[in-house]
């Protein structure tokens, strides 16, 4: 018997692992930095942007994994089926952003070492790598990343909800802004969206449910329940995070624009909250090490026989390769809000050729795509490729202008 798929059965180990992985990729340091920053600018008005974003990701997370899974091939074997070549051209986008991510969250490793052992970051970010690399280079990687990432998960979770409750964030308020805000800022949507389910993250999940065996058309229900799960996982933590630091908003306190989301851990619970935040900046940071790694190279491996038998290595040099330029660059806040919202301007791109692959016969077979999943669907990428462009055009020369 497969272990990992009887009939209509799958192996929860595995779904749930796949969906720590995809939420874990998610919370990084750029999904630290984002959260605390436009919950400083927007203040309580800054859950309607989490619930927005939660809408979106749904849609578009959905979508891809159900159409991944049915296919049984990953995003960039589909994309050249739906066009030839195309399927290299969003491997080389996810690639790249990916390895640009992944220099941040090194960078996150480092500073969350720093704070809590006292290391300089580059010590702390070469222990952290070595730490990524040698779950690589175990016999069973994947069950071990899927061990890793859920303890690291819930690891985050948990302090972060210890810091709410210092912080005494004023829930009537975020509550009542959520659905009736005073402003509405389409930069923090795509940000958010791009940050959560965009460039390669939203692939992190499906493409490790393939490598698992899990695929075909009875496997649907689950991989729709762990899909929604792993969204479900990156916006709890965003949203305890976010009532965190309106907690500290409220009380007039000024967040460090240097490192905004270790002001509100030690705001909110002083000394004891500032080595709270390192382990938090740690684990996030480690586990999109790990994500960002093993799903970058997923959408190579399928190139090239030789690319395939090596993976793991290149997974390894990917990590090495970041870690090394993080010794020479360094990782501003901006230009982490930049990283998130083009990300978000992948996913219009990636989730349109899903949604076209998903009605060929040829690539999905029988399977019907439901109607109201590819109304969904377009609905995501009309509405990110829309707000994308806006944000690119008006709002990022603004950022970078202040």
Avoid at 105 to 126: D, E, K, Q, Y
Avoid at 189 to 211: K, N, P, S
Avoid at 387 to 395: D, I, S
Wanted: aromatic residues 10%.
């Amino acid at each position: 018997m497969n272990p990992q798929k009887n009939g209509s059965t799958i192996n929860w180990s595995v779904l749930l692992g796949a969906a720590f992985l995809m939420a874990t990729s998610a919370i990084g340091p750029g999904f630290l930095t984002q959260t605390t920053v436009f919950t400083q600018q927007l203040a309580a008005s800054f859950g309607f942007v989490i619930l927005i974003s939660i809408i979106l990701d749904i849609g578009a997370q959905t979508n891809i994994w159900r159409i991944l899974i049915v296919s049984e091939k990953r995003a960039q074997e589909v994309a050249n089926l739906v066009f030839p070549g195309l399927g290299y051209f969003i491997a080389a986008l996810i690639v790249l952003g990916g390895l640009a991510f992944n220099i941040g969250n090194v960078a996150g490793a480092g500073l969350g070492a720093n704070v809590i052992f006292g290391v300089s970051p580059v010590t702390g970010a070469i222990i952290s790598a070595a730490i990524a690399v040698g779950i690589f280079l175990v016999k069973e990687a994947g069950i071990l990343m899927d061990k890793f990432t859920q303890v690291m998960g819930f690891v985050m979770i948990a302090l972060t909800v210890y810091v709410v409750f210092k912080a005494d964030p004023p829930m009537g308020e975020a509550v009542v802004k959520t659905f009736v805000p005073d402003q509405i800022d389409f930069l923090a949507i795509v940000t958010l969206v791009g940050g959560t389910v965009g460039g390669y993250i939203t692939f992190a999940g499906a493409h490790r449910l393939l490598d698992a065996g899990v695929k075909g058309v009875e496997a649907i229900p689950q991989v729709t329940k762990g899909s929604i799960s792993a969204i479900g996982i990156a916006s709890i933590m965003r949203i305890f995070l976010f009532l965190a630091a309106l907690g500290v908003v409220a009380q007039g306190l000024v967040l460090d624009e240097a490192n905004p989301a270790a002001s509100v851990f030690q705001h909110a619970a002083g000394d004891i909250g500032y080595k709270l935040f390192g382990v938090v900046m740690w684990a996030a940071a480690i586990t999109s090490v790990i994500g960002a790694a093993y799903t970058s190279v997923s959408f190579i491996r399928t190139f090239h026989p030789w690319l395939e038998r090596h993976h793991k290595a290149i997974i390894v040099v990917f990590i090495i390769f970041s870690t090394t330029v993080f010794a020479t660059i360094g990782q501003p806040v901006k230009v982490l809000i930049l990283a998130g919202a083009l990300n978000g301007l992948i996913l219009p791109i990636a989730l349109g050729v899903m949604l076209i692959a998903a009605h060929k016969k040829s690539i999905v077979g029988s399977y019907r795509h439901p109607l109201w999943m590819t109304l969904f669907g377009i609905v995501v990428v009309v509405l990110m490729a829309g707000m994308g462009g806006y944000t690119l055009v008006n709002e990022i020369p603004r950022l970078f202008a202040s």
